[in-house]
C-alpha cells in the first residue's frame, strides 16, 4: 500500500530527550490504519542521540533513520529527511513535540480542500497557546516574523511554528530550491511557494513551549536577518522560478 503519511524529525543531541519524544509519536502513528512512516534524521550529533535513533529503527520498518558526521543545521536535516520521505503527505515538526502530532489530523481535511501546504500557526484565529516561551524569545520570535511579513509575505502571520506539512507532489519543488538552512529557512520555504504561486494555508495549532532548544538566539537571529535579505536577492535573480 501507498505510505499516506511521512513524518521528518531533525535531531541535534537530543539524547536527554530522545526516549520522550519517541514515545509520543509511536503511540500515535501506530494506532492509525493507513501506511506512515517515521524519519529521524541526525544532524551531526556528538552524543548518543544516533545510537537511540538506531535502537528505535531496529526491528521497525515503518522507523527510518537519516544520519551524517557534520553539523549543518535543522534546515538541512529536514531537507535530507524530505527528500528520502515517500507519503503522499509529509510533515516537519520537533522531537519536543511542542505541537501534539495528531494536530495532523485537521490538517488532511485542508489537503483535502485543494490546498498543497499547510503551516501550523500560533496567530491565526482558533490557536492555542498553553506554555509560552521566555518573555525574550517569544518577543524576537515576534520580531522576525514582522520581519518576515515586511520581506516576504505580509499575510504569514507564524514563520517560525516548526509544524509544516505538504503534498509530496509539491515537496520536491519546494526543497530542491532550499539555500538557507538556520532560522530564515522557514522564511525561505514560505517565499518559495509564493513564487511557484503553492496553494498555502495556515492553520490553527495548540501548542506548548519546551525547554531544551538548541537555538543560540544572538548568533542565530543575526545569521537569520542576513538570511531574509538573502532570500530578497535570490528572488530577484530569478533563483526560484519554476
Request: aromatic residues 12%.
Amino acid at each position: 500500500m501507498t505510505t499516506k503519511l511521512s513524518v521528518v524529525i531533525p535531531c541535534y543531541n537530543e539524547e536527554k530527550r530522545f526516549q520522550k519524544g519517541l514515545r509520543h509519536y509511536w503511540l500515535y502513528l501506530s494506532k492509525q490504519k493507513y501506511p506512515w512512516e517515521l524519519i529521524f534524521v541526525n544532524d551531526g550529533s556528538k552524543d548518543n542521540t544516533l545510537k537511540l535513533m538506531q535502537a528505535s529503527a531496529k526491528g521497525k520498518s515503518s522507523v527510518k533513520v537519516i544520519s551524517y558526521n557534520k553539523n549543518h543545521g535543522k534546515g538541512h536535516a529536514i531537507v535530507q529527511g524530505i527528500k528520502n520521505a515517500k507519503g503522499k503527505y509529509i510533515l516537519f515538526t520537533d522531537l519536543d513535540h511542542s505541537v501534539p502530532v495528531d494536530t495532523i489530523e485537521s490538517f488532511f481535511k485542508y489537503f483535502g480542500k485543494g490546498y498543497q501546504v499547510v503551516i501550523g500557526s500560533r496567530r491565526v484565529r482558533g490557536a492555542n497557546i498553553l506554555v509560552h516561551q521566555h518573555p525574550l524569545r517569544e518577543l524576537l520570535g515576534r520580531g522576525f516574523t514582522f520581519l518576515v511579513r515586511l520581506l516576504i509575505d505580509w499575510k504569514i502571520k507564524d514563520a517560525t511554528c516548526g509544524f509544516k506539512a505538504f503534498e509530496k507532489s509539491v515537496a520536491g519543488k519546494i526543497f530542491n530550491k532550499i539555500t538557507i538552512y538556520d532560522w530564515a529557512f522557514d522564511a525561505e520555504i514560505l517565499f518559495i511557494c509564493k513564487k511557484l504561486k503553492i496553494q498555502l494555508i495556515q492553520a490553527p495549532v495548540t501548542w506548548s513551549d519546551v525547554r531544551g532548544t538548541q537555538v543560540r538566539l544572538q548568533k542565530d537571529i543575526i545569521r537569520s536577518l542576513f538570511g531574509l535579505v538573502k532570500i530578497r536577492l535570490n528572488g530577484l535573480q530569478g533563483e526560484y522560478s519554476s
